[in-house]
C-alpha cells in the first residue's frame, strides 16, 4: 500500500517500485535489529563522492517514505542508504563501525534529519539570574577546579536550548563530573565546539560588540595568549559597546557587571545562531 501510494505520486520508473517493494522488506528485518543493537549511532557523516549529490525528487520521495515509519533517525539513514546503493551503484561507497557511518550524502544528515529551534534568549537570562551567586546542586562546582565560570555559562546556554551534543571528545553534553565533554567547562573547548558545530545542539560565530544580544557569549584573555574566563550577556545598552554590555558569571561571581570593567588584553564575541535538533 505504502509502495504503490509513493510510486503514484513520484512516478518513478518499474525498477524504482521494486527497489521499494524489496526495501521495506529489508527494512522490517534490518531495523529492528538496529533498534534493538543500537549499533548505529550518527556522530559523523562524510560524502565519498562530492558530484554524487541528491536531487530535490530523491529527498522528497525519502522523507515520504520515512513518514511511514516515523521518520526516526536510524531508520532514516537505512532508507537513505539502500536508494543511493540502488540509484548510484557501486559507486556509493558505504562504511560503517560501531559508532560512525560515512555514507554518499552528508546533505541528507543536514536537510532530513536536522530542523533548526529558536534560541530562547530569556530563559537563558533567567537562569544566569537564578544562579549567578550560587550553585545548581545539578552540576558539580568547578571553583576548585580552575574555576566554575565556563560551566555556569554552559547551564545557561542550556536553559535556553535545551539540547546537548553526545558527541565524544568534540560535543558538549554533562552528565556528571566524570561524564562530560570537555566543551562543558572549558573555556577554548567551549568556542571551538560553538563555532564548529555542525551537528545537534547550539551554534555560534564570532562577531563584534555591536552585534551581541542578551544571552550570547563573551570570553576574555587576560595575557593575551590564552583564553581562561567565559560571561553570559544578561542586558545590552542602545549603543553596543563595552560600557553598555552587562553580563554575569562565577569565579567571580556578578550579575550585571559591565564588560569594560574587567582588565583584559584580548577578548572575543560569540553570537549564539540558532539550536539545532532531531
Known amino acids: 500500500m505504502v509502495c504503490l501510494v509513493i510510486c503514484k505520486n513520484t512516478s518513478p520508473s518499474k525498477d524504482r517500485c521494486v527497489f521499494l517493494l524489496v526495501y521495506f522488506c529489508l527494512l522490517i528485518i534490518k531495523a529492528k535489529a538496529i533498534i534493538k543493537a543500537n549499533a548505529m549511532i550518527v556522530t559523523d557523516i562524510r560524502p565519498v563522492n562530492r558530484s554524487l549529490i541528491m536531487n530535490s525528487k530523491d529527498v522528497s520521495i525519502i522523507r515520504l517514505t520515512s513518514s511511514f515509519v516515523g521518520g526516526k533517525p536510524h531508520l532514516l539513514i537505512l532508507i537513505s542508504y539502500i536508494w543511493n546503493y540502488t540509484k548510484y551503484g557501486n559507486k556509493c561507497q558505504y562504511k560503517k563501525t560501531k559508532n ?3 555514507f554518499l550524502n552528508h546533505i541528507i544528515y543536514q536537510v532530513i534529519y536536522l530542523r533548526k529551534i529558536e534560541y530562547d534568549r530569556q530563559k537563558a537570562k533567567e537562569y544566569a539570574n537564578k544562579w549567578a551567586y550560587s ?63 555542525k551537528g545537534v545542539g547550539p551554534r555560534g560565530e564570532e562577531v563584534q560588540v555591536d552585534k551581541m544580544e542578551i544571552g550570547d557569549i563573551v570570553q576574555l ?58
Open 221 to 278: 584573555s587576560f595575557d593575551g595568549i590564552k583564553f581562561t574566563h567565559t560571561l553570559i550577556v544578561v542586558n545590552i545598552g542602545e549603543i553596543l559597546n563595552l560600557d553598555n554590555l552587562y553580563i554575569a558569571s562565577h569565579t567571580y561571581d556578578s550579575y550585571n557587571r559591565r564588560v569594560s570593567s574587567y582588565t583584559f588584553k584580548d577578548i572575543k564575541f560569540i553570537h549564539i545562531n540558532g539550536v539545532w535538533k532531531w
Open 135 to 197: 550553585r545548581n546542586p545539578k552540576y558539580y562546582n568547578f571553583d576548585s577546579l580552575g574555576g566554575d565560570c565556563t560551566s555556569f555559562v554552559s547551564q545557561c546556554i542550556y536553559a535556553g536550548s535545551g539540547v546537548m551534543n553526545y558527541t565524544k571528545n568534540t560535543g558538549w553534553y554533562y552528565n556528571s563530573i566524570n561524564d562530560r565533554a570537555p566543551a562543558w567547562s572549558g573555556v577554548e573547548f567551549l568556542h571551538r565546539f560553538l563555532i564548529n558545530n
Open 100 to 102: 560512525t557511518i560515512y
